[in-house]
């Protein structure tokens, strides 16, 4: 990291140096970055894909507007969501709460009800969209880790979600692909490092009450 401010450091890498890897300590610790993401009612309705398989990167990157950045990243993370949630998942996770907890699942029976009536009391378009929100947390949990780590990063949508839900057979798991994140360190070539950051100002956007 060559400046100050991390927040100034990070931006979204155009193009990743092939030949740099992500140790597998630093892996572990982005990886750790998604599993502790905060989620609505710590459910996490999610699943994340690490890829680094070079043959499955190079049949991702047509479907991904052919940007190099999904084949030349030393990791390209897949973040998906669960396209259903049923009280039996729910009642699980408020079995698992227990279990981790010490408590006996009475405990846990009034916050299991309300968080059954809460998720399923939305329809299955406001379901998965609270769902989809979920994994954008979790992404903004991923990316801060990667700045904190001094790792490049660059969050992705440009890619044909249902061709990606069919090569990584994600469907038949009730999974879809929400959003990519290829990880790595930057190519020196890559111009896109030295922009400037183009952001409203901040007295636009942020007002102390
Ligand atoms: C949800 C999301 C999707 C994005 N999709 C792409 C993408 O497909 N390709 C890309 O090069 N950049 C993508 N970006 C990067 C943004 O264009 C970038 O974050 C924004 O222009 C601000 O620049 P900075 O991150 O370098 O500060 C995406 C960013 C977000 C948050």
């Not at 950045?69 to 998942?89: E, G, K, W």
């Not at 709460?97 to 408590?103: D, F, G, P, W």
Request: hydrophobic share 40%.
């Amino acid at each position: 990291m060559t400046t100050k401010n991390p927040l100034l450091w990070r931006y979204a890498t155009k193009l990743f140096d092939p030949d740099a890897k992500v140790s597998p300590e630093d892996l572990q610790y982005l990886v750790d970055s998604l599993v502790y993401s905060p989620s609505s009612f710590g459910l996490q309705p999610w699943h994340f894909l690490v890829v680094s398989d070079p043959h499955l990167k190079a049949k991702l990157k047509p479907i991904s507007w052919n940007q190099p950045q999904i084949t030349d990243c030393s990791h390209l993370f897949v973040l998906c969501a669960r396209t259903s949630m049923d009280a039996a998942y729910i009642e699980r996770h408020a079995a698992h709460i227990a279990e981790s907890r010490s408590m006996t699942s009475s405990k846990t029976d009034a916050y299991t009800q309300m968080m059954i009536s809460n998720v399923l009391g939305k329809s299955e378009d406001q379901r998965a969209d609270w769902m989809q929100r979920q994994v954008y947390i979790a992404l903004g949990f991923l990316l801060s880790a990667c700045m904190h780590k001094g790792i490049d990063s660059c969050p992705m949508e440009g890619f044909d979600k249902d061709k990606y839900d069919e090569i990584l057979g994600l469907k038949e798991q009730s999974l879809t692909a929400v959003v990519a994140c290829p990880v790595g360190y930057r190519s020196k070539s890559d111009s896109a490092a030295a922009l400037k950051k183009v952001r409203w100002n901040e007295s636009d956007i942020v007002e102390h009450l």
